[in-house]
Structure formats: structure tokens, C-alpha cells
């Protein structure tokens, strides 16, 4: 499975951006696949996961704020951001699991897209 994920951009606080996640690979429909974000300075961390019976998870800091979503025949995963903050500045990249289940670590994680850099302005 190969991953794409692209739409970060420059924002003002309060902005919202829509980040999308394309993948190759007939499995796709298959995987959970989540989003993390890395911060300056800071250890990468999740924000969002999706399973394939359209199951979520959020971290604390983005719930009510961030929404995952699927569209398994465009093998594609999208995170909605609203109401963007400062601190959601960070390298946005999303991945792919075939664990059971929701994982939330880097570790369950096997398919990786390179990164997209979202900067959230005061």
C-alpha cells in the first residue's frame, strides 16, 4: 500500500482545512488508517483513526474539532479540520494499519505517506 497525503497549507486560527490521504492498493478498504501530526520540537503523536467498519478515534486535543472520514472506491481518507488552533501547527502524515482494532501507537502502523506541513497563524 502506498499513501499520499496533501491539502496542508497556511491558515489563520479558527480556519478550517480539509486533509486528504489518497492510497494505492486493492487492501485499502481493509486497513485502519490513521492520521498523526509532528510538531516542531515534539514527538509525533496520533490525532484520528478510522477502521474499515468506519469506526473513530480522536485524541483529546482535536475531538469535536477534527473529523475523520472515508471513501473506500476512492481508496481515499480525509480529516476535517475546524476551528484550527496555533498549537495544531505540525507535519500532518497518515498511515496505514492491518491490526484489529483502532491503534493509536506509531508501532501498529505499517504504511506510511510522506507528510503534509499545516501552519495555523494568530
Known amino acids: 500500500v502506498q499513501l499520499q497525503a496533501f491539502g496542508g497549507g497556511l491558515v489563520q486560527a479558527g480556519d478550517s482545512l480539509r486533509l486528504t490521504c489518497a492510497a494505492s492498493?486493492?487492501?485499502?478498504?481493509?486497513?485502519?488508517v490513521g492520521w498523526f501530526r509532528q510538531a516542531p520540537g515534539k514527538e509525533r503523536e496520533f490525532v484520528a483513526g478510522?477502521?474499515?467498519?468506519?469506526?473513530?478515534g480522536y485524541a483529546d486535543s482535536v475531538k469535536g474539532r477534527f473529523t475523520i472520514s472515508r471513501d473506500n472506491a476512492k481508496n481515499t481518507v480525509y480529516l476535517q479540520m475546524n476551528s484550527l488552533k496555533p498549537e495544531d501547527t505540525a507535519v500532518y502524515y497518515c498511515a496505514a494499519s492491518g491490526r484489529l482494532g483502532l491503534p493509536t501507537t506509531q508501532a501498529a502502523y505499517d504504511y506510511w505517506g510522506q507528510g503534509t506541513e499545516v501552519t495555523v497563524s494568530s
Open positions: 492498493g486493492r487492501t485499502f478498504s481493509m486497513l485502519t
Open positions: 478510522i477502521m474499515w467498519t468506519n469506526r473513530q
